[in-house]
């Protein structure tokens, strides 16, 4: 997985079913995750996408989010990150709005999220 770059974990809590050997990790970044109520919310229906973007949008606008994005930034300027999340759901989930912000902090470049 060396293409991969640096892998950090987006999720409160550890996937199912995984160890830390099968996911070889950078960093374990618990506090991008979206809060509990929110993900308890969302519960990864597709027609509350939207409105989870938003409200996610709005959390990771806060200070140290948005700083802790930041350093995520400046390491996909310097190689390859892979955002690693539980979710079954390729589409639908928080390494999406992730990578989003982070493309954002570097001009629209494109992040892997796995």
Known sequence: MAEDGDRV????VWPRGRTKSQLKLDAWRRDLAP????????????RRWAEFQKRY????????????????AAVARTGALTLV????????NQARVIADEIE?????????AR
């Open 104 to 112: 954002s902090r570097l001009g629209g470049d494109p992040l892997e």
């Open 35 to 46: 809060t509990e109520g929110l993900r308890k919310w969302f519960g990864h229906d597709p």
């Open 9 to 12: 974990l987006v999720d409160r």
């Open 57 to 72: 949008h709005a959390e990771l606008a806060a200070p140290d989010l948005s700083k802790a994005l930041d350093e995520l």
């Open 85 to 92: 999340y539980g979710a079954r759901d390729t589409q639908h």
